[in-house]
């Protein structure tokens, strides 16, 4: 018995039991306006997010100059409720088209990455960089 626990712990990956995640597009939430709940999002390699238009307006796309090396750049329309399959470990950005400088923003953190503020990319809008600092740091 434990060894076909151990088989299936060793195989869970080849198994294509990946896990799903839920990233929710809101106009509020107690953290304030126009934001992603969560604001930081570690998984797995190979593991999903999918983005909820929890209200209505949002999108999410990739920050340029935030994407893990080998990683493709995305961008759902308006409303959309994309799915992404997530393989490249790194640290992705995440915005809002319409509400970037909002600093509608958020991270997903694929693998067992350090998060740190030294790889921000340079000429982020204010708010966004100001956000992103701030859930680095409370991610820590
Ligand atoms: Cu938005």
Known sequence: MRFITSLVLMLWPALGWAEVHEVRMLNRNESGAMVYE?????????????FVAASSGHNAASIDGMLPEGAM?????????????????????VKCTPHFAMGMVMLIVVGD???????????????????????????Q
């Open 38 to 50: 969560p604001s930081v999002l570690r998984m797995a390699p190979g593991d999903s997010v999918r």
């Open 113 to 139: 990455v350090a998060l740190v503020a030294e790889a921000l990319p340079e000429g982020l809008p204010r708010r966004a960089e100001a956000r992103l600092r701030d859930y680095i740091e409370t991610a």
């Open 73 to 93: 750049p995305f961008k759902g329309g308006i409303n959309e409720e994309i799915t992404l399959t997530l393989s490249a470990p790194g640290v992705y950005g």
